[in-house]
């Protein structure tokens, strides 16, 4: 059985940081394009960020540029979020996906979501 797990999310401060972990089992990721995305309460899904399977290329939506950095970790199939100066706007559930090509909505596969929390 294939499975995106998170882990890392929780309450925070303005200002604050968290580190979103995203661990697959089930098959091996490496030759998947991996990333986030989020969808806070009354809204669409929307993307965050995406790494390529090499590592090389990322892609960050524009409102987290510059505050949040995407990694992986080819040999523990796992996907990672470094997220500081954290803003109330940025209260949403996360998601992990994984597709074969360009991340979008329509990805291949998908965690279950952790929650993302930030006080004003």
């Known amino acids: 059985q294939v499975q995106l797990v998170e882990s890392g999310g929780g ?10 972990s995203c661990a697959g089992s089930g098959r091996t990721f490496t030759s998947f394009t991996m990333g986030w995305f989020r969808q806070a309460p009354g809204k669409e899904r929307e ?8 590592g090389g290329t990322t892609f960050y939506e524009y409102s987290v540029k510059g505050r949040f950095t995407i990694s992986r970790d080819n040999a523990k199939n796992t ?18 996906a994984a597709s074969v090509g ?11 979501g952790t929650q993302v929390t930030v006080s004003s």
């Open 11 to 20: 309450l925070v401060q303005a200002g604050g940081s968290l580190r979103l």
């Open 47 to 54: 993307f965050v960020a995406s790494i390529a399977w090499s």
């Open 79 to 96: 996907v990672y979020l470094q997220m500081n100066s954290l803003k109330p706007e940025d209260t949403a559930v996360y998601y992990c």
């Open 102 to 112: 360009v991340l979008t909505t329509r990805a291949d596969y998908w965690g279950q």
